[in-house]
């Protein structure tokens, strides 16, 4: 809550005392409740999609009140894209400053860490939830392009464009439809192929798709 306090100041032309108010911050946010809000709301959103996500639940789930969550994000939508937004960070956490690693090291996470991390996320259930979105909250959609997908989409140009520099793929190659390409496959194998999609077979796939992609002399330097 922001406190209102009182300023006394000197006008130095008349000598005159005069009074006036002004707004500081109050308490400041805790990361540890930003947390929990974003858990819960990233938790119940892949269980329930959006309307599963509303205020009160995600309140109950996170231990908070609603007047907490409405003093840190306006809408369950905006909720919802910071929470990707952040499930996005923590995963690329591990890899730090990636965008600067050599070709064959990126590949290589992305063989490694991408299963990995589509495993743990429930990416099937999560894509499906955002998929779902699509017709009747279009603004959580445009959000999460804009706050997940546009970055990432911007970052793995980087790595188009290091294969390009070091001739594994060809110089007139289009970074955006090889990106379109890569995860267009991966969504229609989460959401449309029936069976396991675990770990192994997931990086299985990966393997085999960047293969078809053309990166086959890196993944074959990397022993996959």
């Known amino acids: ?7 006394i100041w000197v ?9 006036s108010t002004s707004k500081t911050a109050g308490r400041p946010r805790r990361p540890e409740t930003d947390d929990a809000i974003l858990s819960a709301a990233l938790s119940l959103f ?20 609603r007047a907490t969550i409405y003093r840190r994000w306006s809408s369950r939508e905006a909720l919802i894209a910071r929470a990707l937004g952040r499930m996005k960070e923590r995963g690329e956490e591990p890899l730090g400053r990636w965008q600067e690693m050599p070709l064959e090291a990126l590949v290589g996470a992305m063989i490694e860490y991408g299963p ?25 959609v445009e959000t999460f392009w804009q706050v997940y997908a546009e970055p990432r989409r911007a970052a793995f140009a980087v790595i188009v464009d290091k ?12 970074a955006e439809l090889f990106q379109e390409m890569l995860g267009g496959a991966v969504m229609y194998r989460l959401l449309l192929i029936p069976g396991d999609n675990g770990e192994a077979e997931m990086r299985d796939y990966m393997v085999r798709l960047l293969r078809q992609l053309g990166l086959g002399r890196v993944v074959s330097k990397l022993g996959y």
């Open 46 to 65: 892949i269980e329930g999609g959006l309307a599963g996500t509303s205020f009160e639940k995600v309140a109950k789930a996170a231990g908070v009140t």
């Open 11 to 19: 006008n130095e032309r008349d000598g005159l005392t005069r009074t």
């Open 163 to 174: 294969a390009r520099e070091e001739g594994v793929l060809p110089l007139d190659t289009d």
């Open 1 to 7: 809550m922001l406190a209102r306090v009182s300023l």
């Open 116 to 140: 990995k991390a589509w495993v743990e996320n429930d990416a099937r259930r999560l894509l499906a939830r955002i998929a779902g979105s699509v017709p009747d909250a279009p603004e959580l």
